[in-house]
């Protein structure tokens, strides 16, 4: 294993300008005057402290939404406007990407080059795939029976509250407000308690570029306080969350018992990852490890449980774990580093959790399992071999650098084997036979499955779940759709030459 990199720079570098509540337009102590710590996952100390939004907050947030949709002039305006308005906001981001990373890279221990090459810039290209939406939202003319002429037509579901994870601080944040803002929707978005400060950055450019008061309102708290105050709303028309299972129900019960609002869910996953044996073994062993360790694990769709064919898997594992024991873990301003720390010191504790789990219910550790250094939350590159699928690192999302390695013989073991989780949010398949490709893709229940990649995102790719890991996709105009409610309007045709 490689030794911990501290090569980076340190947290003092790095200047925090909002650390308040932004409710319309405007930046803001809590009511209660509370404050809470927000923590570098590099050192364990604080960052900085951020005002705590509670129930009080979020009512005063959805006021200034609900008047901004009602009266304001966001749905009002020309598509085109808003469009303009949007793109302005991304011409900002990029001016400050640097910065941004810098706020993502202390609070979740995100490596700095990777934010700044791609979380940065993908999020201001969501904003502007979304933008050129914001005019092309159109209903249909419909053929009636009778003497009638019908049309529908396509509207803002009205005030949203955007509940989002910590691990993908940026790329979350524009997945939910960018195409809610091109549908014409105000908003109260809570970040996760552990990743603030890129959500006060982005509200404050948000304000520069000219998005009015009132439409974007950034609530930092906590779930059982303002995540639930979001989710029985009864001023709000609409959630959007992403994170784990659990509370993904929580949010269920809580639409239910308030307003019946829509509810869309981005849940947990536990994806699979099938390699046959006329793979190329090397690339797949790169394209497997990257499917675990990419942002130390903390991803949603990680390849976390790993089949390997039976005539390739004795080189494979062998080479895998060669790959991994020279993966770079060290600071995630080292420009050399691979891998930074787990997010804060639950994430960390979970995960040495789940690998005491492993090895205590049988699964052969090959590699990995252990800390590194002596502040902050590091963990090593962790691959376990012998994993039967009722073990907990089989079964559970642990969210982190751990993956369950597994041999499979046919290409019906590997359907089974993949469909053997409660999740179904990705899955990767690696063949050079098309019959293969074709029949895995349709057999695995999953909403992406990716062929010889992974991690294949574009912003015009529906994204979202099956089975529990939700229902309701995130980028593509699937995710536009979802912030609009269609309306038929009829009326009647008299004396026309034609119906």
């Known amino acids: 294993m490689t030794e911990l990199t501290n090569n980076g720079r340190d947290c003092s570098s790095v200047t925090v300008k909002f650390t308040k509540l932004f409710i319309n337009g405007q930046f803001l102590d809590s009511v209660s005057g509370k404050t809470f710590e927000t923590i570098d996952p590099r050192t364990g100390e604080v960052i900085t402290r951020i005002s705590e939004g509670t129930r009080e907050d979020i009512d005063i947030a959805v006021k200034a939404a609900r008047h901004a949709f009602d009266f304001g002039p966001w749905p009002r305006m020309p598509p085109s406007e808003r469009a303009k308005i949007m793109m302005k906001w991304a011409e900002l981001i990029d001016e400050n990407v640097e910065e941004l990373a810098a706020l993502d890279t202390i609070d979740a221990g995100k490596l700095y080059h990777m934010c700044k090459a791609v979380d940065i810039p993908t999020a201001s290209n969501t904003l502007r795939y979304y933008a050129g939406a914001a005019d092309k939202i159109h209903g249909e003319v419909l053929k009636m029976s009778g003497k009638f002429h019908a049309y529908t037509l396509m509207e803002p579901i009205g005030v949203v509250g955007h509940i989002i994870p910590w691990n993908f601080p940026t790329t979350m944040f524009f997945l939910k407000v960018s195409p809610s803002l091109a549908a014409g929707c105000t908003?109260?978005?809570?970040?996760?308690?552990?990743?603030?400060?890129?959500?006060?950055?982005?509200?404050?450019?948000?304000?520069?570029?000219?998005?009015?008061?009132?439409?974007?309102?950034?609530?930092?708290?906590?779930?059982?306080?303002?995540?639930?105050?979001?989710?029985?709303?009864?001023?709000?028309?609409?959630?959007?969350?992403?994170?784990?299972?659990?509370?993904?129900?929580?949010?269920?019960?809580?639409?239910?018992?308030?307003?019946?609002?829509?509810?869309?869910?981005?849940?947990?996953?536990?994806?699979?990852?099938?390699?046959?044996?006329?793979?190329?073994?090397?690339?797949?062993?790169?394209?497997?490890?990257?499917?675990?360790?990419?942002?130390?694990?903390?991803?949603?769709?990680?390849?976390?449980?790993?089949?390997?064919?039976?005539?390739?898997?004795?080189?494979?594992?062998?080479?895998?774990?060669?790959?991994?024991?020279?993966?770079?873990?060290?600071?995630?301003?080292?420009?050399?580093?691979?891998?930074?720390?787990?997010?804060?010191?639950?994430?960390?504790?979970?995960?040495?959790?789940?690998?005491?789990?492993?090895?205590?219910?049988?699964?052969?550790?090959?590699?990995?399992?252990?800390?590194?250094?002596?502040?902050?939350?590091?963990?090593?590159?962790?691959?376990?071999?012998?994993v039967k699928e009722d073990m907990l690192i089989a079964q559970d999302e642990i969210f982190g650098p751990v993956m369950a390695l597994k041999k499979f013989r046919t290409i019906e073991e590997a359907i089974k084997s993949a469909n053997n989780t409660r999740y179904g949010l990705a899955a990767g398949i690696v063949t050079k036979n098309i019959d293969t490709a074709n029949t895995m893709s349709r057999s695995i229940r999953a909403g992406t499955i990716w062929i010889n990649c992974y991690f294949a995102f574009g912003d015009d790719v529906p994204f979202g779940g099956y089975k529990m890991s939700g229902f309701g996709k995130d980028s593509g105009l699937d995710a536009l759709h979802k912030y609009l409610q269609v309306k038929s309007v009829v009326t009647p045709i008299y004396d026309s030459p034609w119906l």
């Open 187 to 386: 908003m109260v978005l809570k970040p996760a308690e552990q990743t603030p400060l890129s959500a006060l950055f982005y509200a404050h450019l948000a304000k520069l570029a000219g998005v009015p008061d009132g439409v974007l309102n950034v609530v930092p708290g906590f779930g059982p306080t303002a995540g639930a105050a979001i989710s029985s709303h009864m001023d709000i028309d609409k959630v959007s969350f992403t994170g784990s299972t659990e509370v993904g129900r929580e949010i269920m019960q809580a639409a239910a018992k308030s307003n019946l609002k829509q509810v869309s869910l981005e849940l947990g996953g536990k994806s699979p990852l099938i390699i046959f044996d006329d793979a190329d073994i090397d690339k797949a062993a790169d394209l497997a490890l990257l499917g675990i360790l990419f942002n130390k694990g903390e991803v949603c769709v990680a390849s976390s449980r790993v089949f390997v064919q039976e005539g390739i898997y004795n080189e494979f594992e062998k080479k895998l774990v060669e790959k991994a024991k020279a993966w770079v873990v060290g600071d995630p301003f080292d420009p050399k580093s691979q891998q930074g720390p787990q997010v804060d010191k639950n994430q960390f504790e979970k995960v040495l959790s789940y690998i005491e789990h492993g090895k205590r219910q049988g699964a052969t550790l090959l590699t990995g399992g252990k800390t590194l250094g002596n502040k902050g939350y590091y963990i090593q590159p962790t691959i376990f071999s012998d």
